[in-house]
């Protein structure tokens, strides 16, 4: 009898294609007669188009449109689909709202030629008043609106302003985060085709492909079921690829115009206007503490930048609300309007940029107290959910911060600064505590059991590569009772059956569970025929006397006696048996607090002379519930400290003060971390039992290791030199001023 398919070491089902280029992308969908868009985008940030001449742009060969405001499909007012989406740029009105907006559209049968015609597309504008800068514009600063019930932007228990004044020890801090883009290797692109006047198919590169259905019906004026949306691969998204963006309209209202299929494309500068990014934080911290450091307050109050037009809230406060046991906590955001893009969610939206400031707080803190900052952490050790009132569902943090000091060597950490070298590097070790929710929402999947044993599953979810594809084969294979070779899972359709997003780290525990309730239930159906069939092996017998393995029921007491599953089929007289679920939210999670936790420890080396930082190890330890592919949950933990460690020394996107135009618009000017600023990773992984959290026992994994890390790296340079750098990245020239 196999083993079961769910923790074992399996290679991406779909690796095999990637590296031999057969994956198609969304943009490599073969699509006849296809034409190819351009977007032209403005150069003022605020304003109104005075004059748009497009006349030498439509005269060059090849070109089949050139679209604006003056002459573009009227579309309907509310283009949006829920509170959730963004506002979209559609060529409806002459307003500028930030720099590079869509204003012109450019569609013509080669691409060289829509960009060349681009080029040409003069504009004449009237300029308004700007403003750029969150701090300028802190005192206009406002309280946003609460966006969902599991989003409130403030909060508060106890008495935050005593707990402070009767404190023994208080540090009051204000640590900043700056702007920063996505970058997924595959740029956003979407293939839109018409199929008469009503119906169209949208190939998109998506981390959501129902959320893209909704927002194009309402944008196009569309019946949501004449809208299908494909996407098969997906080349990394990080959350700019969770929402519907201006591109997708824009591409489904030029093959409209047209009359045929039309590609569109975003070039990586566009990418840092039109697709949104992390936006910059100002977080004030404050803590207190008594003598043996029990924490007696915590308040943390963030302010971050949106677009004047739209209003996106990163919720940086929410760890302060929950990581320790602490009675008097205060959470605040605020919001400043500046004439830029609309920010968006990025990996561990809130999570990550606030979890640097709480997290470099408490270190701060540890040394007025001249405690080791991990035993600070344990002092503070919240039991239960300290906001919800509610015992966790599961938590391994205590295991975690064991298990990743013994592996680390934190014991051998003296604790003051500079007091570890190499020659002329100094040497620090940092530590910071790592958290994130486990969500699940309702999703939807299908099984089919074919005639030759074969098992079909199909869900209309995403796999942004993190292996999707492959875990959901894993969970099928377990829920029916087949081997993992025999199962072949489909997903990226809108004619499959309903998902959320692939976003907040959620599909394994939403579609997972969907996967693994309509194997067990296609299972219990053919339970149901075979002992009703007067001629199978197990007619008559109990439901409960029957189990299932490698193809075939059988009876418990008698594992002989086998009713092979194409015998099952075969007796039907079908070509398959079919059975399709909707799963909800486990009712269990209402009585708990679903998180995943962690602990992130870091040793940078400093040149002493010339302020460079590298990192030269880390070790990461996590409790994030059943592990259901070691390979690929290993992968997902060290990129996203990968991602961490290009968000404390690296990431920062700089936009040019006179027009708010990104100035650090492609690879060369963006740094991300190479292969030569990454070191060895050492992940531990924490096993948990949680029968709580869904029906698979997973709490989600992909975004939990960007947590934390930047904190930890930021800790360990102050370690090693001295100095706090409290304002992301940490570049040399901070440490020499």
Known sequence: MSSPAIGKRIERVDARLKVRGKADYAAEIGVANVAYAVIVGSTIARGRIADIDTRTAERVPGVLAVLTHVNAPRLP???????????????????????????????????????????????????????FDIQTEMPRAYAPAATDPGRKPDSSRGDVDQGLSTAAVRIEQTYTTPAQHHNPMEPHATIAVWQGAERVTLYDSTQGIFGVKRKMAAALGLSAANVRVI????????????????????????ARVVGRGVKLVLTRQQMFALVGNRPRTVQRVSLGADREGKLTAIRHDVTSETSRFDEFVELSGKPARMLYACPNVKTSHRLVRLDIPTPTFTRAPGQASGSFALESAIDELAYALKIDPLELRLR??????????????????????????????????PHEPRSMRSGHDLIGWGVATATYPARQSTSSAIARLRADGTALFQAGTQDIGTGTYTIMSQIAADALGVSFERVRFELGDTVFPETPMSAGSQTASSTGSAVKR?????????????????????????????????????????????????????????????????????????????????????????????????????????????IL????????????????????????????????????????????????????????????????????????????????IAAAIANAVFHATGRRIRDLPITLDKLLS
């Open 380 to 413: 503070n050790y919240a039991e239960s959910d300290p906001d919800e009132n509610k015992p966790w569902s599961s938590k391994s943090l205590k295991e975690c911060y064991r298990r990743g000091a013994d592996r680390f060597g934190w014991a051998k950490r």
């Open 77 to 131: 007012k509310a283009n949006r689909a829920s509170p959730q989406d963004r506002v979209l740029q559609l060529l409806q009105d002459d307003q500028v709202l930030y720099c590079d907006q869509p204003i012109a559209l450019v569609v013509a049968d080669t691409l060289e030629r829509a960009q060349e015609a681009a080029s040409l597309v003069t504009v004449r504008y009237t300029p308004g008043s700007t403003a």
């Open 231 to 254: 996407s098969h691969y997906v080349g990394g998204g990080f959350g700019c690829k969770g929402s519907p963006w201006s591109h997708v309209a824009l591409a489904a209202m030029a």
């Open 518 to 626: 309509a194997g067990v239930e296609l299972r219990a159906k053919l339970i149901e025929m075979s002992i009703a069939h007067a001629e199978s092996p197990l007619r008559g017998l109990e439901r409960e006397a029957i189990d299932a393995a490698d193809g075939a029921l059988f009876a418990k007491d008698d594992p002989k006696k086998r009713d092979l599953y194409t015998a099952v089929v075969a007796r039907a007289g079908q070509p398959e048996i079919v059975v399709q679920v909707v799963n909800k939210e486990k009712e269990d999670r209402k009585s708990y607090s679903c998180h995943s936790f962690g602990a992130q420890f870091a040793e940078v080396r400093v040149d002493e002379d010339l302020g460079e930082v590298r990192v030269t190890r880390c070790v990461g330890a996590f409790g994030a519930g059943k």
């Open 629 to 708: 592919n070691s390979l690929t949950a290993r992968s997902q933990f060290q990129g996203a400290i990968v991602w961490g460690i290009g968000f404390a020394l690296e990431e920062r996107t700089v936009r040019d003060p006179r027009t708010g135009r990104a100035v650090t618009r492609d690879l060369a000017d963006y740094h991300v971390p190479v292969h030569a600023d990454v070191p060895n990773i050492d992940i531990v992984v924490v096993d948990e039992e949680d029968a709580h959290v869904n029906e698979i026992g997973a709490k989600g994994i992909g975004e939990i290791g960007i947590t934390g």
